[in-house]
């Protein structure tokens, strides 16, 4: 059983920083997309970062690209999310999300990370910035 498991939310000031974990378990790492998508109330869900675990290819949105870095640990079974220069914009609730890299992810990643490529989802963690 595929199972996700995000950590490392909570509430800093702008300009603050906060690293996100995602610990993975039930699949194979080297076969797998791993991302970080958000949403805010009354937004549409965005995909943030992913990376592709085997082969380290790596996707940023426009809105985080400078500020946010993923990585893997393949010992560990974890991907995180270091996010710095964090700004009220960025507040949101995190998922993890999971997919075999066949989905194609990459593929179409220039068309940005399309949440329904993903399969599998953890639950949420909060991350409030303020101004």
């Known amino acids: 059983e595929v199972q996700l498991q995000a950590s490392g939310g909570g509430s800093v000031q702008a300009g603050g920083s906060l690293r996100l974990s995602c610990a993975a378990s039930?699949?194979?790492?080297?076969?797998?997309?791993i991302g970080w998508f958000r949403q805010a109330p009354g937004k549409a869900r965005e995909g943030v970062s992913c990376i592709s675990w085997s082969y380290g290819n790596t996707y940023y949105a426009d809105s985080v690209k400078g500020r946010f870095t993923i990585s893997s640990d393949n010992a560990k079974g974890t991907v995180s999310l270091q996010m710095s220069s964090l700004k009220p914009e960025d507040t949101a609730k995190y998922y993890c999300a999971a997919t075999p890299r066949s989905r194609g992810v990459f593929t179409y990643i220039s068309y940005g990370m399309s949440g329904e490529l993903f399969d599998y989802w953890g639950q949420g963690t909060q991350v409030t910035v303020s101004s």
């Open positions: 039930g699949f194979s790492f080297e076969d797998y997309v």
